[in-house]
């Protein structure tokens, strides 16, 4: 008897300190759970972060639209709502009958509840249907549609990130939903006591090194150049130079993120100008020719070249663009004219180890590491494969496949100074209400390549090529640029296709203390003659200006002065007019297009301004009394 009271007596404490632990430490968590058996949540989406330019433009933004949300032990004539919200809805009056009267708590009524238009919302609200509810939806939404679509990305009908940064940063961007919670009996019937509103906390921020100014004029650019051209691709790359900041990029095909849904994942998918590898032509000598003058193996004013219009490496012959070759000609101008044989002689005086370790140094063959997903790593030869005629045709880029991405973040190392930078495009995270800056990224250095002084000598050089040589079509006038054409054959099968190239032009300013480099790639444009400085230098022409008047960059001083070459237009200096009379105005301003404003005979205002350079035939505006 003793033991069994013992016993006893052990049970009952056991229990009491039970029951004093439920009640006294555990309360909070079972009163919770006890909650939860009769609160029902009617969910509340939470914003997505927004994305945006480096000065602030909104480049993905949120749209409130509602979804419909239904808890069938509430409805009481499931036959009549259902008939009633398949019409609203235009679907089948079985589907609806199953989100009706599913067993469940509550139904979201997915997809054709989704995302609603006001219209269809207020038809909906007008019915006052029991257990039928009108819940808060977040819908993504990209003000500038086509916009850098790749790189931003899309999400999908549940605000999950698919591509692009939308799904790099989709656990920034994504917040955390809320709720309105309603207490209901066993069977689902409302209680009339209060709700609690649960806030949905929105996503972080997400800022760019985008320059929206500058996107506007590549995406401008490069539809005039589909347009016009009709070409199988198109891309476009600028960025900062002295950072890695990527201040514009895009490509030809793209899509709408708004309306993903009428797209290919092919289409969707394929960012260009981080992912497309091709044969980079001459753009690529700028590798080479860094190379060699870090090397001491040339003197680009001193040392000359004879180019007969080819050159014979082993058993193979390799020509030069213009037939009967250029004649006798200092290195300089072996840069200006682009001239193949005289590349393969620098590549043949740095040997194979030497070219490839700083192919290797300027970042080729392998992924730049941007914060994007999808970048491509390119081909480079093995060393062991390469022999003579390898080494001849990398000298001037031919063998060899890159990205563009790779060629703008090599050239940059090149004249800003010599060091290579890696690449990004997100500025910053931030939080969403105070602003507060959650992560910020800073210019990462990788490594140096060349010295000042040789970066000074490709600078020269390279703004030579816009004054006198190949990319002349790129020179802007009282500015100092800096640049080099690509004309690249395409291969398809192993074999080059003839009459389809890719032609490619990367320029910067100012030559002297570069602050934007800017790369156009065009692929097969279709009649137009195929050389990369007769079709895309005026486009990256085009995008130069635009980033001189977004980047607030002055005037040069001691630039190149461009030489007149048949058939480009002749420049002309606009004379001072003003206080002249209008005959003696249209006598100084022979030459140009004279347009007259007014009426009497005094010239009281010019423009443009006197001191102006225009080509020959543009016009000028005179105003008189």
Known sequence: MKITLCIILFIFI??????????VFDYQNLNQKASDLWSRNLPIQADRGLIYDRNGVILADNATTTSLVVIPNQVKN????????AEILNVSYDAMYKHVSKK?????VHPEGRKLSYEVADKIKALKLDGVYLVKESKRVYPFDTYMSHTLGYVGIDNQGLSGLELTYDKYLTGENGAIKYYSDAKGNKLSLSEVY???????????????EIQTSLERELNNAVTKYNPDRAIGLVMDPNTGEILAISARPNFSPNNYQDYTLEEINRNLPIWATYEPGSTFKIVTLAAALEEGKVNLNKDTFYDRGSIKVENATIHCWKHGGHGKETFMQVVENSCNPGFVVLGQK??????????????????????????GTGIIFDRSKVGPVELATTAFGQGVSVTPLQQVTAVSAAINGGTLYKPYIVKSINEPETNTVIKETKPEKVRNVISEETSKKVREALENVVANGSGRTSYIDGYRVGGKTGTAQKVENGR??????????????????????VYIAIDNPKGTVQYGGTTVGPISKAVLKDCIK??????????????????????????NVVDSTLEDAKKELEGFNVVVEGSGDKVTYQSPEAGTKLDEGKTVKIFIE
Do not use: C, H
């Open 104 to 108: 469940t708590s509550i139904e979201r």
């Open 496 to 517: 080059y296709l003839s009459n389809n190239y890719i032609l490619s032009f990367i320029g910067f300013l100012p030559a002297d203390n570069p602050e934007v480099v």
């Open 14 to 23: 056991v229990i009491i300190l039970r029951v004093f632990y439920i009640q």
């Open 198 to 212: 649960q806030q949905p906390q929105d996503g972080m921020n997400i800022t760019l090194t985008i320059n929206n």
């Open 78 to 85: 499931k036959k009549e709502t259902a008939t009633k919200l």
């Open 350 to 375: 740095l040997g194979k180890n030497k070219l490839f370790d700083y192919i290797d140094k300027f970042g080729f063959g392998k992924k730049t590491g941007i914060d994007l997903n999808g970048e």
């Open 550 to 575: 977004a980047l607030d960059i002055p005037r040069s001083e001691g630039g190149k002065e461009k030489k007149y070459k048949w058939p480009d237009p002749k420049t002309l200096t606009v004379p």
